[in-house]
């Protein structure tokens, strides 16, 4: 018996060895490099995170997209995202194209439980929704940021619904809640908080901390500093922690930390000016501040503690990087720009693909500049070349200097971009909307076009809605390809006074009509200015309400949706946020 007790003790520890890792991955929004303890800022404490890189590695030079939605599209497919026809963070151009696989694509076809919950910002309507791209379950929003953190309206595999608390502190419930669930199982867990992106609104006990705190450390030029925000957005990242810390526990109570993969980074330098390690730029520029980001990764056993990763990698690297260390084949699709760092991350020092990995060089673009990095230099498309070793700021332009290092990396340089401009080409593509395989198509204020009187709340779209509809030749247009032919139940988040109950909504697509009329008011306080911290440039939003319109026949092809009023009461007629095609 004792024998057989033995035998039955070293299968079971086989094949617990054998598990494929789970998968954590963590990232943050509008993040800074300088906006954590572990890369020596002493304004805030990150504890969590810091212990990532102590159990496991600490990249010294990671770096992502100058802004958000192409870092998360390069994660996504080990590929630079122009490729994938992202260009812009709004209206469209923050969509991945359909034709590219994503990480979460060939992680569930190696039996992986997939999970995303927080800003997806690839897009939104089925097939680029995330549920669409290879996640099993998605919690969150997919627009590049949203407007209120405190139980706002999301969305849970296309449903509308209402979060439950501080934003941040929910998508990590619904996180832990997904690891628990699969726990028996390999799991890939997506955690792209979006904090601390703007508006900036944190809980109480975080705030506190920091909104009489004199900073030990403050941007190099303190002038163009607003102390407050930077307050705000240290509290933020210390919110965050508290979330990395409590995933960290629960992996650890369910007893998978030795068999999960877990790492943490940002999408772009930081939001605004603060200390920042002296580097040069922040978000939205190609400069080593726009781009350098944190990366802490952690397995237990596999990667030696206080590893230092003194390699260049980047975004696109993280697909091929995790795809090996958990023994995960990429699905069929287009090369990878992507390489895998797993020979720095383990000390292969020795081997020709980490000889390969310290001359790589590592591009970045953004808003038509462009530059390049190599283990010791940043060339840009302006034409300036700063040795990034003795001259981290980026203080003193050496292309007169060296013209052979300049001779070198221009063409490469230009080479790159010219390939990049031609990959992107020109969008063409329209919204759609009905997809077979989605229940529900939800047509945004964000991705409309207002004319006549109709204005937009916000000049940032992404959780704008729209007012000032006050005659009846204004309307809102969107223009969309339909999927599949079908019987579609239309509903309109919206806020609209006394006055506005009896006007008249027509909604056409091509050929089919549907009217109807606002029977009751709905009015609603602008919300937000409550719980920000310094005053925001996004919109405030509202309590929407739903309008149920009717139900219209859609036939499949390109047409141009279109929201009017023929007949209005008086005054304006709604405040409009959101349509929600809901197939019959």
């Not at 934003?167 to 799991?187: K, Q, Y």
């Not at 499949?556 to 009023?565: F, M, S």
Request: hydrophobic residues 35%; negative net charge.
């Amino acid at each position: 018996m004792k024998s057989l007790c033995v035998f039955l003790l070293l299968i079971f520890s086989n094949f617990a060895w054998a598990r494929s890792p789970n998968v954590v991955i963590f990232l943050s929004d509008d993040q800074g490099w300088g906006d954590l303890s572990v890369s020596g800022n002493q304004n805030l404490a990150t504890p969590h995170i810091d212990s990532l890189a102590a159990d496991g590695a600490k990249f010294d030079r990671f770096y992502v997209c100058p802004v958000c939605s192409p870092t998360r599209a390069e994660f996504l497919t080990g590929r630079f995202h122009q490729r994938g026809g992202v260009y812009s963070t709004s209206a469209g151009g923050e969509r991945l194209d359909l034709d590219e696989v994503t990480i979460a694509d060939s992680f569930r076809a190696a039996g992986y439980a997939t999970g995303a919950f927080g800003k997806w910002h690839n897009g939104m309507q089925y097939p680029y929704h995330p549920n669409g791209r290879g996640f099993d379950e998605f919690y969150g929003f997919c627009s590049g940021h949203w407007g209120n953190y405190f139980s706002p309206m999301l969305d849970h595999n296309g449903e509308i619904v209402t979060g439950e608390g501080f934003l941040i502190d929910d998508l990590t419930d619904r996180g832990m809640a997904f690891m628990e669930e699969h726990r028996d199982a390999p799991f890939f867990l997506y955690l792209p908080y979006n904090t601390p992106h703007a508006p900036m609104q944190v809980p109480d006990e975080y705030w506190d901390r920091f909104k009489d705190k004199e900073l030990a450390q403050r941007a190099d030029k303190p002038d163009q500093e607003d102390i407050d925000f930077t307050r705000a957005a240290l509290a933020m990242c210390e919110n965050i922690d508290w979330n990395v810390g409590r995933v960290l526990k629960k992996l650890a109570e369910l007893d998978l930390a030795e068999d999960t993969i877990v790492l943490y980074f940002s999408d772009n330098g930081p939001n605004a000016w603060r200390w920042n390690g002296g580097m040069k730029g922040r978000k939205g520029s190609v400069d080593e501040g726009g781009v350098r980001s944190p990366l802490v990764m952690r397995w237990p056993g596999k990667i030696k503690e206080g590893t230092t990763v003194e390699v260049l990698g980047g975004t696109i690297d993280l697909l091929p990087t995790l795809a090996e260390l958990a023994g995960v084949t990429p699905l069929d699709s287009a090369p990878l720009d992507g390489v895998s760092l797993v020979p720095a991350i383990l000390g292969q020092s020795d081997s020709p693909a980490y000889a390969a990995l310290t001359k790589r060089p590592y591009f970045s673009a953004w808003n038509n500049k462009a530059s390049v990095r190599t283990a010791q230099y940043r060339y840009g498309n302006d034409g300036l070349l700063f040795d990034m070793i003795a001259d981290p700021g980026q203080t003193r332009d050496l292309a007169t200097d060296l013209p052979k290092v300049v001779a070198e990396l221009k063409p490469l340089l230009t080479d790159w971009s010219g390939e990049m401009k031609r990959e992107l080409g020109e969008d063409a593509r329209p919204f759609l909307v009905g997809h077979p395989d989605s229940v529900i198509t939800q047509v945004p204020a964000r991705d409309g076009v207002p004319h006549g009187n109709i204005v937009r709340s916000c000049k940032h779209p992404n959780d704008s809605y729209f007012s000032n509809w006050i005659s009846p030749d204004d309307e809102i247009t969107w223009d969309v390809e339909v999927v599949a032919d079908g019987e579609f139940e239309v509903r309109i988040l919206h806020t609209c006074p006394e006055s506005s109950v009896g006007t008249k909504l027509e909604l056409s697509c091509g050929d089919a009509r549907l009217t109807g009329a606002i029977s009751e008011a709905h009015e609603s306080p602008l919300l937000g200015a409550d719980q920000d911290r310094v005053p925001r440039t996004e919109s405030y939003t509202q309590h929407w309400e739903s309008l149920i319109l009717g139900t219209i026949g859609l036939k499949a092809g390109p047409a141009r949706l279109r929201l009017r009023a023929p007949e209005i009461k008086a005054g304006t007629v709604m405040d409009f946020r959101l349509m929600l095609l809901r197939r019959l």
